[in-house]
């Protein structure tokens, strides 16, 4: 039969026999999708075909399990032990901005030689105020309202917000491939930063030496070490890192608040005057272009919203004060410092001046060193767990292929990713290699982020207005934030042919994996059509008796996405019944959901009336491994011991004992494109291009622990319309056309 007739038969049947659309979640071969439904699955008895008419609802869990509970959204209390961890995971990136924020502005403006009491008091409001607005306001005060069942970052946002406008795919993939990308570079910048700190004291600099390759080496082995931790879970590294971040803030507080002592004038600084009264002094040597600087300050605030996930809301609430008030004192501090050092020829001489580190004493400076170093590695963690949340949203979304994740701790918002832990430590390793030396990373650094921000404020506005139902005020929180961010991002232009063209083609990349998985999937929705199983319950019983067909085997078992008990993806009907018929005793519809509570093992089956077709809904908690062939095996003894399924005898085996339980086989269906489908040439790109990236996601058969189970992959065609084919005409074997 011909392609061609091949699927026209294929779309009469499913007119004949109520062919639907595929929801979305179906058009993919295999994916494991979090699902925040909870509960029991129910018992099912054997129901008669005569029930074939009846539509059933897509099947759902009841609200709880036994010795379970299952709440709607993964809440995390707030304790002294969960804030412990938040300032260890959050607060990284924000917390190590006073080490070369100063060290930016100072360089932008002249040196040391250059200072004056106007661009200290005006340097340090444009920043403690940006600091304010963006982190405080924007980030903590509202963005954190706008959570998706405990979770946040762009493509949380943009989940509730997106059917107001399908216009708004662009803002998130644009904010969330701007993120990531800068997500790469900031645990390059700050652990080179930390450990440069260390030609500070003149011990290390005697071992270091002024030759960069050896900070570059010293760099590259904490970053190895930092990914390789990764797999312990947020958890055990916020415990781990709580302590060291706690004393670093504490650090921070303490020594800028005995530095603005000496000069309490430097107070002055929080008054918004005294910066925007610099912003347009002919005193500033930078001009506009000084709030690239200062946005270094805040440059965490959308990682802060990002692991909202991994804390909880109320944890972030209740910390964020503190973590404020040191970061202001220690800005304060430096400021005070400056004053104190202005026109200092020996300080002038330094190459490369950090106020941060010069500032501290002989005895101190060490351990400020060390600390920094160590607040730097801890650092990279907020970006690092903010992109494991970004990457598994984007996954719900269907903007990038389905990863396997990880849940290593007892909460689920806490995961890992490997295939992302891998990339963005390849992509660490590329960025200390190419620029060497943090001066020219902190070129390349905070322009992306910008990007994101601005993209934020729009979805944020939606929400807002769409969402909350809010009149005026959304409008005024539009105007105020695109212009404020408006100006970070033209003056971070500036950074675009020193580093900055960096990030922005990493994002153009990473954003483009997300359009050509959005493009490929939608040309995917269009083709798909989900079948009435019960329809094809005769023809697969005639094939079970067909002894003109070899048994492929006893039991075969397809993987499926979709929650609808009474429909498959006609993909599936394909497999078995048109390419090659698949005659077995027993055939078997699978599909998995990760449950809230970590620890569900539970499942529910509907037979059709038959003892041969098993629809098998397995609830999962994400605690649990999910070897898909172990539980079968143990569905399949239940129903054999009921008498649901007849015995499977074997009559060979190493054992003494036969298995009362037959042979398996699973079959992975691949979706292609034929050459001859009838579909535009940026149609077939987007597919083509869609596919090319699913190869790099791994293989869902590792994932279901079937690696020892007996796999085939199977490739069936989009079933698109075909091209016509000219008419052949025969002609005699001695003839030549």
Aim: include cysteine; charged fraction near 15%.
């Amino acid at each position: 039969m011909s392609s061609e007739d091949k699927n026209r038969e294929l779309d009469e049947a499913s007119e004949e026999t109520d062919g639907v659309a595929a929801p979305p979640d179906s058009t993919s071969s295999l994916s494991i999708k979090p699902n925040l439904s909870s509960g029991k699955g129910n018992k099912r008895g054997r129901k008669r075909a005569a029930a074939s008419s009846r539509k059933r609802k897509p099947v759902r869990p009841p609200k709880t399990i036994k010795g379970a509970s299952h709440p709607q959204t993964h809440v995390i209390p707030v304790s002294l032990a969960a804030m412990l961890v938040t300032i260890g995971v959050v607060y990284g990136d924000i917390g190590t901005s006073p080490m070369y924020v100063t060290k930016a502005l100072l360089a932008g403006n002249g040196g040391i030689m250059s200072v004056t009491e106007e661009f200290v008091l005006g340097a340090l409001s444009l920043v403690i105020w940006t600091v304010t607005l963006l982190t405080t306001v924007k980030y903590v005060l509202i963005s954190l309202k706008a959570d998706n069942y405990g979770e946040g970052g762009i493509f949380a946002l943009y989940s509730i917000v997106r059917r107001y406008g399908k216009w708004l795919i662009i803002p998130a993939m644009l904010g969330g491939s701007a993120l990531l990308a800068d997500g790469v570079l900031t645990p390059a910048v700050t652990i080179t930063t930390g450990v440069e700190g260390l030609r500070t004291i003149p011990e290390t600099h005697a071992i270091i030496g002024d030759n960069q390759m050896n900070v570059v080496v010293i760099t590259l082995i904490i970053v190895c070490i930092l990914f390789v931790v990764q797999r312990a879970g947020t958890s055990k590294i916020g415990r781990a890192f709580g302590p060291v971040m706690l004393g670093w803030f504490l650090f921070l507080g303490i020594t800028g608040l005995l530095f603005t002592f000496t000069n309490p004038k430097i107070l002055l600084a929080i008054n918004p005057v005294y910066g925007l009264q610099f912003l347009f002094s002919p005193n500033n040597h930078a001009g506009i272009m000084i709030l690239g600087s200062c946005f270094l300050a805040t440059t965490g605030a959308e990682a802060l919203y990002s692991d909202m996930g991994h804390v909880g809301k109320g944890n972030i609430y209740a910390t964020w004060p503190f973590v404020k008030a040191c970061l202001i004192l220690s800005y304060l501090g430096q400021g005070a410092w400056l004053l104190a050092n202005a026109g200092n020829p020996e300080l002038a001489a330094i190459e490369d001046l950090n106020p941060f580190f010069q500032m501290l004493p002989g005895v101190v400076r060490p351990f400020g060193v060390v600390f920094s170093v160590l607040a730097a590695i801890i650092a990279s963690q907020a970006l690092i767990t903010g992109a494991f949340s970004l990457v598994s949203e984007a996954s719900r979304l269907d903007l990038m292929p389905h990863l396997q994740v990880f849940y290593p701790s007892e909460t689920k918002g806490q995961l890992y990713i490997p295939l992302v832990n891998k990339v963005m430590w390849a992509g660490c390793i590329i960025v200390v290699l190419l620029f060497q030396s943090s001066a020219h990373m902190e070129a390349a650094y905070g322009l992306a982020i910008t990007i994101t921000m601005l993209c934020t404020t729009v979805l944020l506005f939606i929400y807002l207005h769409r969402v909350r139902k809010v009149k005026l005020f959304p409008f005024i929180f539009l105007a105020f934030f695109v212009m404020l961010e408006g100006f970070f991002f033209g003056s971070s232009l500036t950074k675009f042919f020193h580093g900055g063209y960096f990030t922005i083609l990493l994002a153009a990349l990473i954003m483009s994996v997300m359009l050509c998985w959005y493009a490929g999937t939608a040309v995917e929705r269009r083709q798909a059509t989900l079948l009435p199983v019960r329809k094809y319950l005769d023809q697969l019983a005639r094939l079970r008796d067909d002894t003109t067909y070899d048994r492929l085997c006893d039991n075969l078992v397809y993987l499926t996405n979709g929650t609808n008990t009474d429909y498959l993806d006609r993909d599936i009907l394909y497999s078995i019944l048109d390419k090659h018929p698949k005659r077995a005793r027993a055939w078997w519809f699978i599909n998995v959901e990760v449950m809230d509570d970590p620890h569900t093992c539970a499942y529910s089956i509907e037979d059709f009336g038959t003892d041969y077709v098993f629809r098998v809904h397995l609830f999962l908690g994400y605690k649990v491994n999910q070897r898909i062939n172990a539980y079968l095996r143990q569905i399949v003894q239940d129903l054999s011991a009921t008498g649901e399924l007849p015995p499977q005898t074997r009559d060979y085996s190493v054992y003494k004992r036969p298995s009362p339980i037959g042979s398996f086989q699973f079959c992975m269906i691949r979706k292609t494109l034929a050459p001859e489908s009838d579909v535009v040439s940026r149609e077939r790109t987007a597919i083509g291009l869609k596919y090319a990236i699913r190869s790099f996601a791994g293989s869902p058969a590792q994932w279901y622990g079937l690696e020892n189970s007996s796999v085939f992959v199977e490739y069936v065609p989009l079933f698109t319309k075909f091209k016509s084919a000219e008419k052949l005409v025969r002609i005699a074997p001695d003839d030549r056309p």
